[in-house]
């Protein structure tokens, strides 16, 4: 039973909610994948971890074809299956569903968790150390890191112009000296 892995979309704000729809509606061999990433935010001076959707809107979907017709599942689920457009050879115009290739969706599994690992990432070893400023406008300065938000912002205090100054910068561009 070939089942192809297929990009689609939906004007809900949420596909999660689609994903419970196809649950309640027993839909056999129909698999639905929503990447999400989750984010610490300082709200308040406390943290919040927040998900959201790393292509907001859009979900993959994965299906037989032979089994359920594209726009069935549109019309059930108030969703659009991205599609191309093909010409035959008799003058004749048809929609065939975009499928997505297994690679694709590895790749975007694979920076999905890498931004959710970044996300985990603690800065808490730059605190009171001397350090050098990777990129940015403060690029080959040197200085010592005060603080780190847990959004990972970086204050480092820095020589400029014979004055130490306070730097805001990404923590990823430090590195300890």
Known sequence: MPRFWYAAYTISPDPIKLREKFKKAKFDGVSVFVPKVSEKR???????????????????????????????????FGMNV????????DGGVSKIPVR??????????????????KEKKSYDSFVDRNVII???PFREFSGMCVSVTPGGVADVTVKFFDRFISAKVNADSLEIM
């Open 42 to 76: 300082l709200v308040k001076k406390k943290i919040q971890v927040r998900s959201k959707f790393f292509f907001p809107g859009y979900f993959f979907i994965k299906f037989d074809r032979r089994v359920y017709s594209t726009q069935n599942l549109e019309r059930l």
């Open 100 to 117: 997505v290739r297994v690679e694709e969706l590895r790749e975007i599994k694979a920076k999905v968790d890498k931004y959710n690992d």
């Open 82 to 89: 991205l599609c191309e457009t093909v010409r035959h050879d």
């Open 134 to 136: 990777k990129e940015g």
